[in-house]
Every structure is written in structure tokens, then in C-alpha cells.
DNA sequence: TTGTATGCGTTATCAG
DNA sequence: CTGATAACGCATACAA
């Protein structure tokens, strides 16, 4: 209540110069029709009243708000630490440069999603949206496309889907693939995968990296060494301990994420497992964590925060009307090599 | 350009209906005196033509967003790993129960900061602001004060400063004092100390938790041992380097953030020092990173996820006008102790 | 029970 | 060069 001591209006300043507010919008936008002596003196006490133009009418006004958004499940854990963070920082930096802001919605555990696309969309609140992880079926791109809601996204569809909107995606596959390459390289046989959720878009392709790689091998795919993981620790210590019961001969994993990997890791261990040297693990996204952990982690970077860069990068111009000619964008993996893949004989001193 | 495909107005449900705006906007809103039968009427064709509130003009005409800003400096790298994300979540889980969304400005490099909050404040953008990381003679504080914008400091104003302000902090002097007491019971005498930049308030209690702890044990504190750090990695890889160039017969580091204290432990280990055996390095946060860096990080944990959660519990009241009975909120601090605090005797294999 | 009129603060159109 | 007026979409005081 004690709210707006200093909430100067145009109104104001048009009682303070005697200027209508007509004169006084256009001499404060800068607008050449208005006198050069009027203009100083309306600025001189624009300035001294702490003038600022109220955004939210001008949104009205313009139909424009100047702001992305980006809905997120804050209260999911992968949050915290993982891909989001990265993401975000790339899509900030570049809003920012943009002079964009960036809304965010998190939504609780216990609330329909669509809600609040339906809120921040449906009650034009944003110029344009970032959705990011992609899943089956998304009703969120159909909502979207159906409002007609400037959007981009942050994955492909899956697999067999339609794809015909903008996105960025990593080839997740190919990704998937080298890794496991690298671990049938070093000798490895009996490989299992932790994969993401069965919802999300990527994991099929994660998936049949993982089986492409086993049949250029000449391996066969078993789905029993197949599990899914949350995208935490959790799933992917859960998730390795599900292996290692069914297969105690199993000598490396493939992880669909680092923070998988290092829950993996961290079972492998507890089981007596040496990772790094006759036990092998990869993770996927390349986190700032992972380069730290013990041991380091052998994983495929994506370009997260460079993604989010892009993201912004591509949307703006679908706000501002212009159609991109490159609307759809699939950058490389690339296998960062570290410490977490031993071969299968004991190289320990070698 | 072709957007706004299906954009309701009320409007146009008035004119679907036949019954006028006021009418529309009384029933959807739930009051008592529309008849039931035009009521239904009217939900069922604002559900047919997808009516979705525009809340910008609802926001105007409320002179309230439902929103709190943020500003944060998305280009500071240690955003993307650190205290901010944690903070985020807390922010965006508990913003997100009470229907409130977070605006997120990200203030590009070049740019002043009070821009950002002139134009988010100022332009009416928000109800409430959150400020993180105060400074000296923080102007973002003496803005919001003169504009009366509801807001909450994570951090109190730098020591003898005036701080007439609602904020939350941790007991950041008697953290590291706990951290410090630590190092000195463990045996060592020659502590380096890696500071904050100067220009962050909380960095006068931390430096003045290490000095007490020093005059505790009757040790002199030499200001050649103390250093600042820009709160990353690097920051403490050089500071840690610094100090070892100055004293060699350093033995212990205490730093005032995780991310120096992980980039210390890099440049003590290539420096050939045995932290975690003759060696002690201690933290401050608790990031999920440092349980698992190598060793595990020995910190002073601040619950910076339920910080974030009650920074938002302690605004939204403001912003409803309630005045706040428990206004400035100091959390104690858990040393948590792992392994990166060795004593100074060797005792490997003791 | 419903409708008319007004205003939130801004910008654009148009007339003087 | 300047000003009156309308409109963005909504919600309310007041009238019918």
C-alpha cells in the first residue's frame, strides 16, 4: 500500500510543463516535429521527476512485450544442477544483448503444465517461447502452433513424429554412438544404457545410437541391459544397481546424461566395480561437475550454452516477422575423452 | 506477423453471447449476481473460442503483475554452476505455489545494471524484486527504497552500514570462523584466506571470521595471507597460487565459496600439495559439486535452496501490504566436514 | 440481473 | 510544431 511514492506518468509531466502528453510522449521518443527548446525542457523534467515510461501500457499499447518465455519444472531436481542452468544462462546472455527479459514460469509439482502455457501465451505475456524437452506426442508444440505463438525449440521431435517447427537439437544419436563405440573399442562386450524417461523425445534416438553401435560391432542388443533413468543421480544409481543384479558380468554403461552417470558411478563403486579401469561409464551433456569427478568423466558434449544462445538468436527474428531460411538446426556431439573408461583387461600399471 | 490467430477478447465473446462485456468479464470472473443460466452460456462459448485473459491488460488496469523480478547477471560464469541456480529453484518453486512468475532480467556486460532495474521497477513491471549478492553502498537498495518498491535482500548490507531492510543471510562471519577453528584444530598455522571481491557486503564478515578465529588461537593475522577472488574457479586457482608464491609453507586455504575453493585445490594439487592429507582446504555453500569433487570438499553449507523459497514467503506478504512482523532473518551455518582438511603431520597410512 | 461509462498509461492518428 | 481524441483489453462504480 505504501506502494508508487515516486510513479511519475507522462500526466504528470504534462502538469509540471504545461506540454500536452501528446507533445510529451513524442518529445521524449525522439520524434523530429517537436520544437528543440520544448524537447530539453521536457526532458530536464522527465529527469527531475524520475520519469519512466510505464511498461506494462506500453505493452498494451504496442501488443509487444519484449520478453521470452521459458516454462520450467524448477521443482524437478535435474533442474538445479543439470542442463536448465546452462541453458538459461545462454538464453539470458543473449536476451539481454537484445534488450529482451526473460519470464519464467514453475510450475508446482501438483499443476497442469498447459495452464500455464495458456497463462503466459494465451495471455500475451511473451512475445515468443523457448520450449525445451521435447516429449512424445508434445501438446505443448500443438498449443503453440495452434495460437500461433512465436516458438523454438530446444530437441527435435522424436522420432517418426512430425518435425515442422524450429528447433536446435545435438545429434543425440550419433553422440550416443560414438560413445559406445569408444567402449566396444577398449573391449568392452557386455554394455548396458541408462536412457531418460520413455516421455522424452531424445531418448529414442539415444537409444538406437546405443543399438547401432552394438550391431556394427556385431554385438546383439539385449534389451535387459536397458533401463530408464529420472535424468538425477538418482536414476542413474538406481538404474546401475538394476544392471549390475541382472548382469554381474556387465563391464561398462552408457548413460544418457552426466548426472546419470555419476549416480551410476557412484553404485558402480559401492558394488566394488573399478571404474576408470576394468569398468567403463559415459555420460552425455559434458556439465562443468563432470570434468571433476572421480574419476573424471568420459562423456559427449553438447553446446548447452551456446544452444541457448541460439535459441534467442533464431527466435527473435520469428518475432520480429522475418522467416529464418535455417529453421532447423542439428549440431554435433562431440566425445570428450577422460578417465571413466577402462579397457576390460586390467591395465592397472601397465 | 501472423500471429494472434485465435486471440479472444472479451469482446468477442460479447458479441458471440450477446451479452455485453461487463456481463462476460462478471460471470468468468465468478461473481454471485450473473444468472446461472447466462453464466454457463458464456463459460461455454469462452471455452469454445479458447478465451484466455490478456494479462497484460488485466495487469494495467490491477496496477499489480503477479510477478517478482530478478536481475541477474547471466554473463557472470559463476551463475551458471554456483549459488544462483540453487537460489532460482527455491525462488521458482515456491514463486510458482503462490502463481507467481519470475522475470528475469539479464543484464548484458556492457550495460549499467540500475538500467534493468529502472526499466523492470520503474516500468511497473513487477510487484516485488529480489536482490541478491549486496554491495557496498548498494544503489539498487537506496532505488527501491526511494521508489518504493516492495523487495528482499538475500544479504544484509556490508558491516557498519545502515541496514533498515528485509533480508535473509547466513551467519557468514561465524561460518567461516567454524571453518577456520577447523583448520587450526587439525594443526595448522599458516591459513591463506581467499576473499570475495571487496565490493560484496558479505565479504567484511567472512574476512573478520577468519581474523577472530586467527586471535582465537593466538595467531597474527598477516594480510599477506588474505587475497580476493572473483567467486569462480579461477579465482581460486590464481589466489591459491598467489599465496603459495608468498608462502610456501602455506598449509591451509580457507575459501569463501566453493567454486575458488575447487579451482584452489586444482592449483595446490599441480603445486604438488597433498590437500586432504598435509593439506587443508575448506569451502563455503555446499554445492552439489563438492561432495564429489576429489577430495570431497570439506565447506560451510548454507541451505541456499530454502533460502531462496523463504525470500519469496517474506516478499510476497510485503507486496500484499501485510507488514511483516519477523523482518531480517539470520540462518546459522553447518560446517560440513569431509575430507579436504588433512592435519598438518602427515598421517597417511597413520 | 444486466448494461453504460470510465480509467489504467501509453502511443498513434489526425486536425489545428 | 502542438494538442485533442481514440484505442490497446480489462474490471469496476454506478445506473437501470
Do not use: W
Request: charged share 20%; proline share 5%; with cysteine.
Amino acid at each position: 500500500m505504501y506502494d508508487d511514492i515516486s510513479m511519475t506518468r507522462l500526466k504528470d509531466l504534462s502538469q509540471k510543463t504545461g506540454f500536452s502528453i501528446t507533445t510529451i510522449s513524442r518529445a521524449l521518443a525522439g520524434y523530429a516535429d517537436v520544437n528543440e527548446q520544448t524537447r530539453q525542457q521536457i526532458i530536464r523534467a522527465a529527469h527531475e521527476m524520475g520519469y519512466q515510461p510505464n511498461e506494462v501500457a506500453r505493452q498494451l499499447r504496442a501488443q509487444r512485450t519484449q520478453t521470452i518465455g521459458l516454462i520450467i519444472p524448477t521443482h524437478d531436481h535435474s533442474f538445479s544442477e543439470g542442463f536448465f542452468n546452462q541453458l538459461l544462462r545462454g538464453i539470458g546472455d543473449a536476451a539481454g544483448e537484445a534488450r529482451f527479459d526473460v519470464l519464467i514460469s514453475a510450475r508446482s509439482p501438483g499443476d497442469d503444465e498447459m495452464d500455464s502455457y495458456r497463462r503466459i501465451v494465451g495471455g500475451n505475456r511473451v512475445d515468443g517461447i523457448i520450449l525445451a524437452r521435447t516429449r512424445y506426442q508434445d501438446e505443448r508444440i500443438a498449443y503453440l502452433r495452434k495460437v500461433g505463438m512465436p516458438f523454438i525449440v530446444s530437441g527435435r521431435a522424436a522420432p517418426g513424429e512430425d518435425c515442422d517447427f524450429p528447433y536446435i537439437d545435438v545429434d543425440s544419436q550419433a553422440g550416443i554412438h560414438e560413445a559406445a563405440i569408444h567402449l566396444i573399442r577398449l573391449g568392452h562386450r557386455q554394455i548396458g544404457l541408462i536412457l531418460p524417461p520413455p516421455e522424452i523425445a531424445y531418448t529414442e534416438f539415444r537409444r538406437r545410437g546405443y543399438a547401432e553401435a552394438l550391431a556394427d560391432a556385431g554385438l546383439t542388443y539385449a534389451p535387459d541391459l536397458v533401463v530408464h533413468g529420472d535424468l538425477m543421480r538418482s536414476g542413474g544409481y538406481q538404474g546401475a544397481i538394476t544392471l549390475l543384479e541382472r548382469h554381474p558380468d556387465l563391464t561398462a554403461l552408457v548413460c544418457c546424461n552426466d548426472l546419470m552417470a555419476l549416480g551410476a558411478m557412484q553404485a558402480l563403486q559401492m558394488y566394488g566395480r573399478a571404474v576408470g579401469d576394468t569398468f567403463g561409464v559415459t555420460g552425455f551433456d559434458d556439465l562443468p561437475i563432470s570434468e571433476h569427478s572421480n574419476p573424471p568423466l568420459t562423456t559427449v558434449r553438447q553446446p548447452i550454452y551456446e544452444i541457448g544462445r541460439r535459441l534467442v538468436e533464431l527466435l527473435l527474428p520469428v518475432i520480429a516477422g522475418q522467416p529464418l531460411q535455417e529453421t532447423q538446426i542439428l549440431l554435433p556431439t562431440e566425445l570428450v575423452i577422460r578417465e571413466s573408461c577402462g579397457a576390460i583387461s586390467s591395465r592397472r600399471g601397465a
